[in-house]
């Protein structure tokens, strides 16, 4: 990954464009956000650098300074996606220790996402099916997906008055469960579907208070 303030030289020797402002975080920010929302619309094929950064309001030389590739730039958006979701997850788990009550939050900041920046949600639900086209984005994909997992995996084992729910169940498998209903919600906040994911999701909350 080449940032601001790395050599104006790709590995290969080709020069790289500069941008005027070239120590701007808020430019490599302002680019990764913009090809959220496109790799959310457009999907990664229908996408081009040009479209991202006419959208970012640079020129293709700056965005190019920053993200040597269309795969780059996508990998960027994905460490950035985590990010968002780590501090999600630290809110659920600050919120309460009862498993109960950290579902309900989980889902409630999930909503939150769904609602006010549907392009992440699209994003994410995209990334499955952006990894089997084009394996040079697995550093990125792989990573978030490992995160995500690794994140509800601590949740749930971190939280006490659980025995209930997992009903001798194995707190991995719980954890998937979570994964695929958080996907499944995805899907339709990404659709814009949003009071079926709000129906969806407290159905599965009553699942959980009725163990």
Sequence with gaps: M??????SET???RKLGRPA???SIDTRDRIILCACTKFAGEGFDGTTNKDIASLAGVSSAALY???PSKADLYVAVCEHINTV?????Q???DFDPRLERRMTALLVENGKIGNETPF?????TGIASVLKKHPEVAEGANVFNASFRRMTLELIETSTEKEGILAGGSEAGFADLTISALAGFGR?????EHDRRAAAAEMYLRLIRAA
């Design 85 to 89: 979701f780590e501090r999600v997850f």
């Design 21 to 23: 402002d070239t120590d």
């Design 65 to 67: 300074h920053y993200f």
């Design 91 to 93: 809110r659920a788990r």
């Design 188 to 192: 339709l906040s990404a659709r814009g």
């Design 11 to 13: 590995p290969s020797g």
């Design 120 to 124: 992440i949600v699209g994003f994410v």
């Design 2 to 7: 080449v940032s601001p303030t790395d050599a």
